[in-house]
């Protein structure tokens, strides 16, 4: 393998990193129903390389956002 294959093979991983905790941060601002679907929504995002995908086409509107004025 050259070094430019080696560089787009980190590129396409860094991205596909990013877009995991992008998604571990928002199941965490989220309020699913229960701790256990929020546990399962992150199991979910860990999944290696298409976890973000899933979470982002079926889990994104599933939780809420908690409002800001109950405390």
Known sequence: MDIATIFFWIKIGVVFY?????????????????????????????????????????GYRKGRKPDPHIS
């Open 18 to 58: 990013i877009f995991t905790i992008a998604a571990i941060i928002d199941i965490a601002r989220k309020d699913f129903g229960s701790i256990g679907m929020q546990a399962l929504w992150a199991f979910i995002a860990l999944i290696p390389f298409i976890g973000w995908l899933i979470y982002l086409v079926v």
